[in-house]
């Protein structure tokens, strides 16, 4: 509902004799179109309904960045962003496994750097969130912001009353999306997610999409075991945001 609240040119559907074999959501951030999700009835792929489906979601896109998370597999919408000059720039990881013990985890937390945190509100906080945003993401999400403040645990983190960074994390053990204001923010505030789940929602187990980009949350990550589960490809046509310092969430919401 949320996906289709905000999708710049509506829902896209495709059909056979009524019944609905193919979906195309594209997804409005405040400077960007993103293709959330193409799904195609098996049977019918091969046909060109895929790229049918893309080129109608993306008619009046407008002049904004144009991105998606796509699958290394998905050899038909990886061209269909090539014709359109939007290459394929960063793998995206998908890491998850068992939360280490707190030991463990107050030592990834440790550094130089104090931060305090508090519960994120979309609106008190928006200024910050839109900056960072920008600086890690490509385009500020506000709309995005009062969905996850919504069914997520969000936090911002500050230092001497700055906000460098905020993340969320979800009932599941989602951790993110998650943004930074450096790099070396970055896995202390992974440290803090993992906290979170375990003792907010009683997880044991955590999972995040991580740019490959990423390399300390990567290292991070597999230093405490968890484990590489997949990888997607995030193409953009803009090559402005520093994704060195941002967790996605989902794939209809990275």
């Known amino acids: 509902m949320h996906l289709a609240s905000v999708a710049p040119n509506g829902t896209w559907i495709a059909r056979d004799d009524g019944t609905v074999i193919g979906i195309a959501i594209a997804h409005a951030l ?42 290394p597999a998905e050899l038909g919408a990886i061209a269909f962003f090539a014709r359109r000059r939007v290459p394929a720039r960063i793998p ?61 645990s969000g936090s911002v983190f500050s230092i001497n009353g700055e906000v460098v960074g ?45 740019p490959a980009i990423n390399a300390r949350l990567v290292y991070a990550a597999c230093d405490v075991e968890l484990k590489i589960e997949g990888v997607s490809l995030f193409a953009s046509d803009s090559d402005m945001a520093d994704m060195s310092r941002y967790v996605g969430y989902h794939r209809l919401l990275f």
Not at 199 to 204: E, P, V, W
């Open 166 to 210: 905020y993340a969320y994390v979800w009932p599941d053990g989602t951790i993110g999306p998650l943004a930074a204001a450096s790099p070396s923010y970055v896995v202390p505030f992974f440290a803090f997610g993992m906290v979170t789940v375990a003792r907010t929602h009683a997880g044991s187990w955590c999972r995040l999409l991580v």
């Open 92 to 152: 995206v990881l998908t890491i998850a496994g068992n939360i280490p013990k707190e030991e463990r985890l107050a030592a990834l937390a440790a550094g130089a750097h104090r931060f305090q945190t508090e519960p994120l509100e979309p609106l008190r906080h928006r200024y910050a969130l839109d900056a960072l945003d920008r600086e890690t993401r490509g385009s500020a999400r506000h709309d995005d912001h009062l969905y996850f403040a919504l069914n997520a």
């Open 30 to 71: 405040q400077d960007e179109w993103y293709l959330s999700d193409l799904f195609l009835e098996p049977s019918f792929r091969g046909q060109g309904l895929g790229l049918r489906l893309l080129a109608e979601a993306a008619r009046d896109a407008g002049d904004v960045t144009r991105s998606g998370l796509l699958e």
